[in-house]
C-alpha cells in the first residue's frame, strides 16, 4: 500500500472492551476509551452496533450517528498490532 493511499479494514469486531479491526494481514485491538472522546463514555449497545463501509474505509455507529476512518483509527498501527 502507498503511504497516500488510505487504509481499508476487511471486517470488524466489536467487543465489550475494545474495537478489533481485521486488516489484510493482521488484527490490531484497540480499547474503546482510545478510539474517540465519544466512543468511550458510549454504551455497550451503540458500541456494538459498529458498521463496516462496503469499501472498508472508515466504520459507522448508527446508534451515536458517527464515523470514524480506518486511517483516523490507526494513524501508527505499529504500536498496536496483535498477531
Do not use: F
Not at 55 to 66: F, K, S
Amino acid at each position: 500500500m502507498k503511504a497516500d493511499e488510505p487504509m481499508t479494514a476487511k471486517r470488524i469486531r466489536p467487543t465489550r472492551e475494545a474495537l478489533i479491526i481485521v486488516l489484510p494481514n493482521r488484527q490490531v485491538q484497540i480499547p474503546w476509551e482510545e478510539c474517540s472522546p465519544r466512543l468511550g463514555p458510549a454504551t455497550e449497545e451503540q458500541r456494538l452496533t459498529a458498521e463496516l463501509s462496503p469499501a472498508g474505509y472508515g466504520i459507522h455507529w448508527p446508534r451515536l450517528d458517527g464515523n470514524l476512518s480506518i486511517s483516523g483509527l490507526l494513524p501508527d498501527e505499529n504500536d498496536r498490532t496483535r498477531g
